[in-house]
């Protein structure tokens, strides 16, 4: 069976840079908290008149050029993103009509933080299986018109930021490229983190009250959210490890979900990795949810830190819960 190899990457972070003590000035928060508890100084605001289709669309011409096919070329587009543009048709189709792309399919997915993972997971299937040759994957997220920036809101509102990253995937020789993707959930814990509305949970599906209760704002268990994510992201890579017969000495690089840097340090630690093992950029952009993952893995490939034959190990974990990791031998 062929193989499924990343061919190119791009990412589009908004101009506007908010700092922590731009926020202490909208809620009782600190640069000296932040920092401490999460390692993030700084994240960015998308424009309001961006949405995440021309963010997405944006990364996704970069990531084109990188891997030097056209729109012509894309099969299929699979879209991560928790913060859509509209409720529905997802940005799937806004971002086909964007790049001009031909009438192929346009998914999208909704795994949070594990979006973009779930995504490559689905074109390494479908470019393996030898349905599709080109996939593009993209991750965008505006939270920034999502957030409560009273005091109330501060534990979530700190953490994150809008961003979008995009990969564009291809067929590989046997053994090169992604050797194996894992996906998981636990929707018992779906509750632990989630926006309550809209949604068709409620009749209406939205009211006045609910927006005034704050019932669209995200929710977070923050400590149980982060007591399993510091276990599921080591069990997840060393689930991709143990698949391909490898063990954490042999990895290259871990580019993990950017959720907090406790939680990246809690991982090396786990593994027992060193420093430079383990990528970090969540003190400039916060945590991106579902475009944390391509907008670090393009960071990385231009900053010389993945070359050819490195085992580079993509893991993340978030709401659902769910969490997921990709093996890839680069
Ligand atoms: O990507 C999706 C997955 N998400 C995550 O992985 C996030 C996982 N969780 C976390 O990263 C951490 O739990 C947080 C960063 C959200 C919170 O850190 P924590 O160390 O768990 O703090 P805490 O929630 O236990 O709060 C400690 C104190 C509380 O005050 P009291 O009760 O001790 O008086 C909070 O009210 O810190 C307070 N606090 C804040 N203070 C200043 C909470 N948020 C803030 C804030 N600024 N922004």
């Known amino acids: 069976m062929r193989g499924a190899r990343v061919l190119g990457t791009g990412r589009e972070l908004p101009n506007r840079v908010v700092t922590n003590d731009e926020l202490s000035r909208l809620m009782d928060t600190s640069d000296e908290w932040i920092v401490q508890r999460t390692g993030i100084r700084e994240r960015r605001y998308a424009d309001p008149s961006i949405g995440n289709c021309h963010m997405g669309a944006a990364a996704s011409r970069k990531a084109l050029e990188k891997a030097g096919i056209t729109a012509n070329d894309i099969d299929l587009v699979i879209f991560a993103t928790l913060s859509p543009d509209m409720f529905f048709p997802g940005d799937g189709v806004l971002i086909q009509e964007m790049l001009g792309l031909r009438t192929v399919g346009a998914i999208d997915v909704r795994n949070q933080c594990s979006g973009f993972i779930y995504g490559l997971s689905m074109a390494e299937a479908y470019i393996k299986g030898g349905f599709y040759d080109y996939i593009l994957v993209v991750g965008s997220e505006i939270h920034s018109r999502g957030l409560d920036f009273s005091t109330t809101g501060r534990d979530v509102s700190v953490i994150f930021g809008d961003g979008a990253g995009a990969a564009v995937l291809g067929p590989a020789e046997p053994g090169k490229g992604i050797l194996s993707t894992h996906i998981h959930s636990e929707g018992k814990y779906a509750k632990e983190l989630c926006a309550q509305a809209p949604g068709f949970f409620n009749d209406p599906w939205i009211t006045s009250e609910m927006i005034e209760q ?117």
């Open 214 to 330: 704050g019932k669209t704002y995200p929710k977070m268990n923050g400590k149980y959210v982060f007591a399993h994510a510091v276990r599921r992201f080591p069990e997840v890579i060393m689930e991709s490890l143990a698949r391909n017969k490898f063990g954490p000495s042999d990895l290259s690089l871990v580019i993990p979900h950017q959720a907090n840097e406790r939680i990246t340090q809690a991982v090396r630690e786990a593994l027992k990795l060193p420093k430079e093992k383990i990528y970090s950029n969540i003190e400039l952009y916060g945590n991106t949810t579902a475009a944390s993952i391509p907008i670090a893995l393009d960071e990385c490939l231009e900053q010389g830190k993945i070359r050819d034959g490195d085992l580079v190990c993509l893991a993340a974990f978030g709401s659902g819960f769910t969490w997921a990791s990709a093996l890839v031998c680069w």
